[in-house]
């Protein structure tokens, strides 16, 4: 498996292979802006508030299915466990994993062998496809019958050991 580098520029990167992937899948764009965005937020804190995983890097993945889309970035965790934050209207940061909640049918945290993954389940429509995946319990995602799972980064940070 690859892994993006903990880097800013890994955003731009996540943000416009997913947003390409799901055009082509043939996902309205309102659907591909808000997955994006949730991919971002995500990922962006991963980067800030989290270590790499073993070897270095995060990992981005996602898997549609029928009209949802569920995204996840794993990392090797951190001092905190990500959870919304309530900011003061002057606060500079601390709203993204309530952009996440709010575009998301559901979202959450779970721990794995290298750290955590958080992931959320968004509305994914498209033209003339019905039906598909959901939420199965609380802070449960679908596993899809047929998935299609793409899981990719690039190569880990330079100097890193792994």
């Given at each position: 498996m690859v892994h993006l580098p903990c880097t800013a520029a890994s955003v731009a990167v996540a943000r416009r292979v997913l947003a390409d992937e799901l055009r082509a899948a043939g996902v309205l764009d309102g659907a591909v802006r808000d997955a994006a965005l949730v991919v971002s937020e995500l990922l962006s804190n991963a980067i800030l508030h989290a270590y790499p995983l073993p070897g270095g890097g995060v990992e981005v993945a996602w898997d549609v299915d029928g009209a949802c889309v569920e995204v996840a970035v794993s990392d090797g965790g951190g001092a905190t466990t990500p959870m919304v934050?309530?900011?003061?209207?002057?606060?500079?940061?601390?709203?993204?994993?309530?952009?996440?909640?709010?575009?998301?049918?559901?979202?959450?945290?779970?721990?794995?062998?290298?750290?955590?993954?958080?992931?959320?389940?968004?509305?994914?429509?498209?033209?003339?496809?019905?039906?598909?995946?959901?939420?199965?319990?609380?802070?449960?995602?679908?596993?899809?019958?047929?998935?299609?799972?793409?899981?990719?980064?690039?190569?880990?940070?330079?100097?890193s050991a792994g």
């Amino acid at each position: 498996m690859v892994h993006l580098p903990c880097t800013a520029a890994s955003v731009a990167v996540a943000r416009r292979v997913l947003a390409d992937e799901l055009r082509a899948a043939g996902v309205l764009d309102g659907a591909v802006r808000d997955a994006a965005l949730v991919v971002s937020e995500l990922l962006s804190n991963a980067i800030l508030h989290a270590y790499p995983l073993p070897g270095g890097g995060v990992e981005v993945a996602w898997d549609v299915d029928g009209a949802c889309v569920e995204v996840a970035v794993s990392d090797g965790g951190g001092a905190t466990t990500p959870m919304v934050g309530h900011p003061s209207e002057f606060s500079p940061g601390g709203r993204g994993l309530g952009i996440v909640a709010h575009l998301s049918l559901t979202w959450g945290v779970r721990a794995n062998g290298a750290g955590l993954t958080v992931w959320a389940v968004l509305p994914a429509p498209r033209p003339g496809h019905a039906g598909g995946a959901g939420v199965r319990g609380e802070g449960e995602p679908v596993v899809p019958r047929n998935p299609a799972r793409r899981t990719w980064a690039a190569a880990s940070r330079p100097g890193s050991a792994g």
